[in-house]
T-cell receptor, first 117, second 114 residues
């Protein structure tokens, strides 16, 4: 299989605090991990792409100083929302790619619901 | 650039009706095509995929055929169930220089009534 987990599944925090979300590939090594943000009834917006051991590549319009991504190993990537504000409330989803030639297939985590008060 | 266009929802059907959700794409190369399903409050789950032209992906009664000539990957199911109610995303993925460039459609909500 190819299982991706996220932790926590939901978090409520006060405005101004920082929140860390973990994304783990449980039974495979992920060459690439992706972080998405999803607003209610909308599609996924790709925030950034990260490869193990290198800096993340952020999509246009995504503040890299606000959304810190660390991809320390082939099985773990973290997203830290720094100084969170209510407008950061969203559903954050990570995915991981095995990197098998041309499959280009991603395996998604269950998502993390962030609510900033 | 790459893009994926899905029919707008919601799509509302009665149980056992036939389902079609249209999806067309534009891509610079030869992408792999996917359908993902998202149940309320959950992440995306891969429903089916096709990696080259004329491939047919199928799973749980759903099917989609990679049509290069019409750049389409329409999702079909012969008889839907209430449990199929979810949001369905068409997506493509194209590797360039060893990296993946995922592109998703906006999603189509399916509501199936008993």
């Amino acid at each position: 299989g190819a299982v991706v987990s996220q932790h926590p599944s939901w978090v409520i925090c006060k405005s101004g605090t920082s929140v860390k979300i973990e994304c783990r590939s449980l039974d495979f090594q992920a060459t690439t991990m992706f972080w998405y943000r999803q607003f209610p009834k909308q599609s996924l917006m790709l925030m950034a792409t990260s490869n193990e051991g290198s800096k993340a590549t952020y999509e246009q319009g995504v503040e890299k100083d606000k959304f810190l991504i660390n991809h320390a190993s082939l099985t773990l990537s973290t997203l830290t929302v720094t100084s969170a504000h209510p407008e950061d409330s969203s559903f954050y989803i990570c995915s991981a790619a095995k990197g098998l030639e041309n499959f280009n297939e991603q395996f998604f985590g269950p998502g993390t619901r962030l609510t900033v008060l | 650039g790459n893009s994926v266009t899905q029919m707008e929802g919601p799509v509302t059907l009665s149980e056992e009706a036939f389902l079609t959700i249209n999806c067309t794409y534009t891509a610079t190369g030869y992408p792999s095509l996917f359908w993902y399903v998202q149940y309320p409050g959950e992440g995306l789950q891969l429903l089916l995929k096709a990696t080259k032209a004329d491939d047919k992906g199928s799973n749980k009664g759903f099917e989609a055929t990679y049509r290069k000539e019409t750049t389409s990957f329409h999702l079909e199911k012969g008889s839907v169930q209430v449990s199929d109610s979810a949001v369905y995303f068409c997506a493509l993925s194209e590797g360039t220089g060893g990296s993946y460039i995922p592109t998703f459609g906006r999603g189509t909500s399916l509501i199936v009534h008993p």
